[in-house]
């Protein structure tokens, strides 16, 4: 893992996280551990309405936190209830945090390849819509990371489970002194709690 993600993976603070919110997280420690002890394919698709910002949050820090505890055969991806594009700031937080990013292809909907290690794949960054084929089609944990994808959209196809795990959303921030700084606050939320996750794994 590239040392400036690992520093600050050894920042962070699970004793933030409140009982209110570990409880939140319990159903995904439960599914992933369940395939974890049967030696099954981990698949989590985490879901947006756009599939622009806490989704690929999500999506990254979760396969992040998987590789830091060892824990294999996990594949995260990310989705929404429509297509729009990862919006810049979220890769220029992942690129603060450590990552490298490069773009893949230009447009309106650009593809990116995050990478967190030399050695590892990269995780490969563009908005989808959440059953893009680009995404498991059955046999994956459907997480829900926004409240309006959650109520809107009831049912997810394939998905063996449902998980709501909603973030506010750092997009009330854009073209504010503060985008910066609440960007990277999500970010560093959706770091904490996956880290948590994971770490209750083994």
Request: a neutral charge; glycine letters at 4%.
């Amino acid at each position: 893992m590239f040392p400036k993600i690992n520093a600050l993976i050894n920042t962070l603070n699970i004793k933030t996280i409140t009982k209110e919110r570990q409880a939140i997280l319990q159903p995904l420690i439960d599914f992933i551990k369940t395939k974890h002890n049967t030696n099954q394919n981990i698949r989590l698709n985490f879901i947006c309405t756009h599939n622009s910002r806490r989704s690929h949050l999500s999506q990254v820090w979760a396969q992040v936190m998987s590789y830091y505890f060892q824990i294999e055969n996990v594949y995260c991806y990310s989705g929404g209830t429509e297509a729009t594009a990862l919006f810049p700031m979220v890769a220029e937080t992942l690129m603060n945090s450590g990552f490298t990013i490069e773009t893949l292809s230009e447009g309106e909907n650009p593809v990116y390849a995050i990478k967190y290690s030399e050695n590892e794949h990269p995780i490969i960054g563009f908005s989808k819509t959440y059953d893009a084929v680009f995404n498991p089609k059955s046999e994956f944990a459907a997480i829900m990371t926004c409240s309006s994808a959650d109520a809107g959209c009831p049912f997810i196809s394939g998905a063996e489970k449902r998980i709501s795990i909603t973030f506010d959303d750092p997009k009330a921030f854009d073209n504010t002194p503060l985008q910066k700084e609440k960007y990277n606050e999500r970010s560093i939320q959706v770091a904490t709690e996956l880290y948590y996750v994971f770490s209750q794994i083994k």
